[in-house]
Nanobody
């Protein structure tokens, strides 16, 4: 199983980034794919998640108006578009996969993790 993130980097406050997560080694349509972030000294926080079988998307409160998650099932890839970025969005962003079930879009349900991609937002 592999979840490979890309698209992180350094951006100024107010800017945008699109993160990508390309997966392999499991049946994409059987999983919810999400993004979890961890800032230095803080707990991991679920950002967004999409149920690939029906496209249902979930967002953490406070980010709904700044992030959009989409999936390309033909490419086994999920994207996270982030806009109007703030310095407090600085974190390592991990792609995650959880077998579809009630509660799949929670951090506790994650079966697989990517290696993470750093997002740094400068003020």
């Amino acid at each position: 199983v592999q979840l490979v993130e890309s698209g992180g980097g350094l951006v100024q406050a107010g800017g945008s980034l699109r993160l990508s997560c390309t997966t392999s080694g499991f049946t994409f349509d059987d999983y919810a794919i999400g993004w979890v972030r961890q800032a230095p000294g803080k707990e991991r926080e679920g950002v967004s998640c999409i149920r690939t079988n029906d496209g249902s998307a979930y967002y953490v409160d406070g980010l709904k108006d700044r992030v959009t998650i989409t999936s390309d099932n033909a490419k086994n890839t999920v994207y996270l578009q982030m806009s109007r970025l703030k310095p407090e969005d600085t974190a390592v962003y991990y792609c995650t996969a959880a077998r579809l079930a009630p509660g799949a879009c929670t951090v506790a349900a994650v079966d697989y993790w990517g290696q993470g991609t750093q997002v740094t937002v400068s003020s």
